[in-house]
């Protein structure tokens, strides 16, 4: 993807935006350090609530369960540290949704990349779906990022819909916000620090927004993207 100028009537771009009620930035958010926590879809849900209880007292911006947790790559249900994961309804859902707000955090569903899933997370209420798929499936499975715009027909606004991606760069950033994302997702690594890296996209993302004519994360233009 490569973009367009559009400098007459152009202005200095403003980056930020306010996600689940929290001003931020720029529309990029991690998985780490009061970021998204990532919760795996437990069989039991005694441990989903434990972690939606951490994840609510330690200040993160929202908890996702990952629905892209659920299978290893034989098709089984995924053993983690913290245990065997197990199959979720959209009743489920549901349940987690009602108990997030009850200990004060957004819930959001990860893995969400296809229209009849994102109709029954707005189904059951969630604050909000991750577009995503995992590592031992990009080969066979259509991208957030492909299937982003069918997800969009479905939420019309009603709820954020947020893109994971690597961030190889900040024009994958501009296209999905460009495109209608709310946010980008990925993650933060060990050894990264977090408010140089965020400081260093803010400016690539500035500079990408301020010479395509789009003033803020409220005008932005699909329509200067090329496809390369």
Not at 64 to 75: H, Q, R, S, V, W
Request: net charge negative; with cysteine.
């Amino acid at each position: 993807m490569k973009i367009e100028t559009r400098y007459i009537s152009g202005r200095q771009a403003d980056t930020k935006t306010v996600l689940f009620g929290k001003a931020m930035e720029l529309p990029v958010c991690f998985y780490r350090e009061e970021g998204i926590a990532i919760i795996p879809p437990y069989e039991d849900r005694k441990k989903i609530e434990t972690e939606l209880e951490k994840a609510a007292a330690g200040n993160a911006l929202a908890a996702g369960i990952a629905l892209d947790m659920m299978f290893n790559e034989k098709g089984n249900y995924l053993k983690t540290t913290g245990g065997m994961a197990g199959p979720k309804t959209a009743e489920d859902l549901q349940y987690l949704q009602s108990f997030a707000g009850q200990v004060g955090i957004p819930f959001l569903v990860k893995g969400v990349l296809s229209q009849r899933d994102a109709y029954q997370c707005l189904k059951a209420g969630v604050s909000g779906i991750i577009l995503s798929r995992p590592v031992w499936l990009k080969k066979k499975s259509i991208s957030p990022m492909e299937v982003l715009p069918e997800i969009l027909k479905v939420t019309a606004g009603e709820i954020p819909v947020l893109v994971e991606m690597d961030l190889a760069d900040m024009m994958d950033v501009f296209t999905a916000i460009a495109l209608g994302a709310d946010a980008v997702c990925r993650k933060l690594f060990q050894g990264e620090d977090r408010k140089e890296i965020v400081h260093s996209m803010q400016d690539e993302l500035r500079c990408l927004m301020s010479v395509a004519g789009c003033s803020d994360l409220f005008h932005m233009d699909s329509t200067v993207i090329w496809k390369s």
